[in-house]
């Protein structure tokens, strides 16, 4: 992915002396889905540049391609409505790191820790809504030491709990050279996009796999490759961070990826396994332009509504 590093200073440039920036940036994800040319999509485009990381994507601004992008001042801010997230509340009731480590046929069967991640969750000043951040900065490590030099690309974050439960998602890039969300939807399934794919993946499937795409190169997906169903328990964020792109450019870190909702965990606030998903979804070869990046999930604990259910289960390597 090639990213420009368009910087979010033009808030102070404004005279913005707020102690963080709100924009109305939060998009809902209807259970119905989004009306598309040739049927409904689970998915909402969100940043529209860069063809999904194949090429050139530019960062949101307060008054360009900022699409469900929101800007507070920091990543420790609340992006939610100042109103609602004052004193204390501005900042994150619970935070917690993770280590994120791949284990599967591709590593040896050994743990390969390929960078870190980042949890958030604030919860608002009269505790009717939270907003779950999520944050992922990739390393060097090369997790398939058998073949090239391979680096984890973090094509796609699943987040899980929502059953029943109204969302909305935002994001904003911190730091400002930080991966964008390219779409974000209602779907536990994670669709490659290599360039010619759909934008919007029709609904129509009729299962749930984890990652839906051609798991070899080159080429492009069949029609039901591209597809993807609605599913209520989980969001979906479209993104392209890695440490070292094939066409030379890099953006380990992620930016950082919301949801909001009326459902909030119970205190004290513990993470739930396998809440959040890494996955790879092959969207391109490794950083050396000649090793495949086959299709992994990673599972890590997440903060998410009490009583969450994180299904389906976890299948190695994806």
């Not at 209602?186 to 360039?195: A, D, G, I, N």
């Amino acid at each position: 992915m090639k990213n420009f590093k368009l910087k979010t200073a033009i808030v102070s440039a404004l005279g913005l002396t707020a102690s963080h920036v709100f924009a109305t940036g939060f998009v809902a994800l209807p259970n119905t889905g989004f009306t598309v040319s040739g049927g409904t999509s689970a998915y909402t485009l969100c940043n529209t540049t860069g063809n999904f990381g194949s090429g050139y994507s530019v960062n949101p601004t307060l008054s360009a391609n900022n699409t469900c992008a929101v800007f507070p001042i920091t990543q420790l801010h609340s992006p939610g409505d100042p109103a609602n997230y004052t004193g204390a509340r501005l900042f994150p009731v619970a935070t917690h790191s993770s280590s994120i480590i791949v284990n599967n046929t591709y590593t040896g069967n050994v743990n390969k820790n390929i960078g870190t991640l980042r949890d958030f969750l604030w919860r608002s000043n009269d505790n009717s809504e939270c907003i779950y951040g999520v944050k992922v900065q990739l390393n060097t490590t090369d997790y398939n030491p058998t073949s090239g030099n391979q680096y984890f690309e973090v094509n796609d974050v699943a987040r899980g709990g929502w059953d029943g439960v109204d969302v909305s998602i935002a994001y904003s890039t911190i730091p400002t050279n930080a991966s964008p969300v390219y779409r974000a939807g209602l779907t536990y399934t994670s669709v490659q996009h290599r360039p010619g794919d759909v934008d919007q993946p029709l609904t129509g499937l009729g299962s749930q796999p984890s990652i839906n795409g051609l798991n070899s190169w080159p080429g492009n997906a069949s029609a039901t490759q591209q597809l993807a169903d609605i599913d209520e328990n989980w969001v979906d964020f479209t993104t392209d961070a890695n440490n070292l792109d094939d066409d030379g450019s890099s953006s380990p870190s992620s930016g950082v990826y919301y949801v909001k909702s009326s459902a909030c965990p119970a205190t004290p606030y513990t993470p739930v396994a396998n809440a959040i998903r890494l996955r790879q979804t092959f969207q391109e070869l490794a950083g050396d332009g000649v090793t495949p990046n086959n299709f992994i999930e990673i599972t890590l604990p997440g903060y998410a509504p009490a009583g969450a259910v994180l299904t389906p289960a976890h299948t190695n390597p994806y």
